[in-house]
Structure formats: structure tokens, C-alpha cells
Nanobody
Framework: QVQLVQSGGGLVQPGGSLRLSCSVS????????IGWFRQAPGKEREGISC???????????????DYAESVKDRFTISRDNANNTVHLQMDNLQAEDTGVYYC?????????????????????????WGQGTQVTVSS
């Protein structure tokens, strides 16, 4: 069974940084998409970043990385082979970044399909979710 385990998060002052991590236990097909979503109080869950790639060479740069405009140039998504882990480095955090952050994953036999999943970053396209972690930006 596919499981996603998140770590990181917490309380930080405006302008500060945090790093979130998401480890995926397994994939059911050849290509993956792993996305980061956040949900602010009273708002819908939104996709903020995504990375796609080849399961057999997890950390290679094949595939796409994608960011929402609200986080572009402040957040960086990266991946390493250890436990199929994806990181989200969040810099220059602002109050509006406060919320619960979730990672999500899915896979496909088609690279173009996972690339499209990352481009759309829709909640409905991801079948597996992490447990969520709180990020609070406050002075």
C-alpha cells in the first residue's frame, strides 16, 4: 500500500524559512508525480508545487517541476533517492503562507501524463496523500 510520510513544518517569523519533506513508500507505475498542497483556514486546498519523474531514477531531472505564482521564486522543490523523498524549501515566508501543508502522489505508465498532473496540480488527480503538517508564519 502506498504511504506518504511528511516531516517538517512549525512556527516561523515572517521572512524566515522552513523545509518540508515527504517520503513515498512505493509507486504503482513507471512515472510519478508528487505535489505539495496547502490549505489555509476557511479556504480550499490549493496546489503550490509539483515534481514529476521516472521511478527507476527518482532524483534525475527528467520530468517537470512546477510552481504556483504565489510561491514562485520563494519555494524550491527537490528530490533525492533516499526513501523516494521530495523536499519543499520555503524561504521568505509570509503570513499568507500559513496553513496545513500536504504532499500527494500518484503514478502512471506515461511520462506525459504525470507531467500533465503536475501542470494542473488538481487535488482530484492525486490518489495518495500525506498526513499534513501545520506551517504558521507569525511574529
Amino acid at each position: 500500500q502506498v504511504q506518504l510520510v511528511q516531516s517538517g513544518g512549525g512556527l516561523v517569523q515572517p521572512g524566515g524559512s522552513l523545509r518540508l519533506s515527504c517520503s513515498v513508500s512505493e509507486f504503482t507505475s513507471d512515472y510519478y508525480a508528487i505535489g505539495w498542497f496547502r490549505q489555509a483556514p476557511g479556504k480550499e486546498r490549493e496546489g503550490i508545487s509539483c515534481v514529476s519523474g521516472d521511478v527507476s531514477t527518482f532524483s534525475s531531472t527528467i520530468g517537470k517541476t512546477d510552481y504556483a505564482e504565489s510561491v514562485k521564486d520563494r519555494f524550491t522543490i527537490s528530490r533525492d533517492n533516499a526513501n523516494n523523498t521530495v523536499h519543499l524549501q520555503m524561504d521568505n515566508l509570509q503570513a499568507e503562507d500559513t496553513g496545513v501543508y500536504y504532499c500527494a502522489a500518484d503514478s502512471s505508465p506515461s511520462l506525459s501524463t504525470v507531467n500533465a498532473i503536475c501542470f494542473m496540480r488538481s487535488v482530484r488527480l492525486f490518489g495518495y496523500w500525506g498526513q499534513g503538517t501545520q506551517v504558521t508564519v507569525s511574529s
